[in-house]
């Protein structure tokens, strides 16, 4: 029963080519998140949706974008994919109610780049 | 800026002892804290939330205490197994806002 599911869970992109992850959920939850998380670090919250509104962080690179067409997809895009992108990337989602504020993530991508 | 830290990055403990894991915030009051654990190659997996108006919760073996003023929480593990190791993660948020951030995590050793 999985309920937040990433595809593909690996994936190798060439230097500077563009680069789609997808990550779909069967929560109906408002929230979605991506994260990368690099080797022993914690996981970086690069943005996430509340339902529609998109929230960026300020330390996000411009080379990563994100799209959300509706409540059960999500997409991150890497324009332009360097050495230094490398990592498992992470979706979670989450329903924000006062009772249960926890995130369900999906088992990530492992992006490698050649 | 805020920031949510887990101060050891590895602890390595005997199996039946009690695993005592920390995390400690700066510069915000986050309105719930939360543990996860994470084995290699895998996504979290949620484990406890505490909020700021509880000291304790408890889960089978699991402990989670919230000191506001000390601005910490502690995770424990009692009659902790080998089964037991693994990473585990504090995360943090808000009510009013709906992200969660992430320390950098423990990651528990239990020796036979």
């Known amino acids: 029963d999985a309920m937040v599911i990433q595809n593909p869970r690996y994936q190798v992109t060439q230097f500077g080519k563009p680069v789609t992850l997808s990550c779909s959920q069967t929560l109906n939850h408002n929230v979605m998140y991506w994260y990368q998380q690099k080797s022993s670090q914690a996981p970086k919250l690069l943005f996430h949706y509340y339902d529609k509104d998109f929230n960026n962080e300020a330390d996000t690179p411009d080379n990563f974008q994100s799209r959300r067409p509706n409540t059960s997809f999500c997409f991150l895009d890497i324009r332009s994919p360097g050495l230094g992108d490398a990592a498992m990337y992470l979706c979670a989602t989450s329903r924000i109610r006062t009772e249960n504020t926890e995130a369900f993530f999906g088992q990530g991508t492992r992006l490698t780049v050649v | 800026s805020q920031k949510i830290e887990q101060n050891s990055e590895a602890l390595n403990i005997q199996e039946g002892k009690t695993a005592t894991l920390t995390c400690n915030y700066t510069?915000?009051?986050?309105?719930?804290l939360q543990w996860y654990r994470q084995d290699p190659g895998r996504g979290p997996v949620f484990l406890l939330l505490?909020?700021?108006?509880?000291k304790e919760k408890r889960k089978e073996r699991l402990k989670v205490t919230f000191d506001t003023t000390l601005k910490q929480s502690l995770f424990h593990i009692t009659a902790s197994q080998p089964a037991d190791s693994a990473t585990y993660l504090c995360?943090?948020?808000?009510?009013?806002?709906?992200?969660?951030?992430f320390g950098s995590g423990t990651r528990l050793s239990i020796r036979p």
């Open positions: 505490i909020r700021e108006n509880e």
């Open positions: 510069n915000y009051s986050p309105a719930y």
């Open positions: 995360a943090s948020g808000y009510s009013s806002a709906s992200k969660i951030i």
